[in-house]
């Protein structure tokens, strides 16, 4: 279910990253962290737009390409029943960015 609901988020991401990024494991895996800070910030009582800021302010300098596509990710776990806010959601973004 969580795989199906990827298809928008991934390629929000997949657009904002360079081609050649695409099924790197380290790229890949900076996309998964995202998600995670994201859930993070939804677990800790911040609301969607409070979240938006402080995951795009803590980006590291080499992820600043991700910027554009935080907030679709935002919009996208914050629609999540929070019964599927589990490790299962970055794992996911994952693996549709390593077959990408």
Avoid: F, H
Wanted: proline share 6%.
């Amino acid at each position: 279910m969580i795989r199906t609901l990827l298809a928008i988020p991934a390629l929000m991401i997949g657009l904002a990253t360079p081609a050649m990024a695409q099924g790197d494991d380290t790229e890949c895996r900076k996309q998964g962290q995202i998600a995670t800070n994201i859930m993070s910030e939804r677990r800790n009582g911040a609301n969607a737009r409070r979240a938006e800021r402080r995951v795009i302010r803590s980006l590291p300098e080499d992820s600043r390409n991700y910027e554009v596509a935080v907030p679709a990710l935002v919009d996208w776990i914050y629609s999540l029943p929070e019964d599927q806010l589990t490790p299962e959601v970055s794992n996911a973004l994952y693996q549709v960015c390593m077959s990408q």
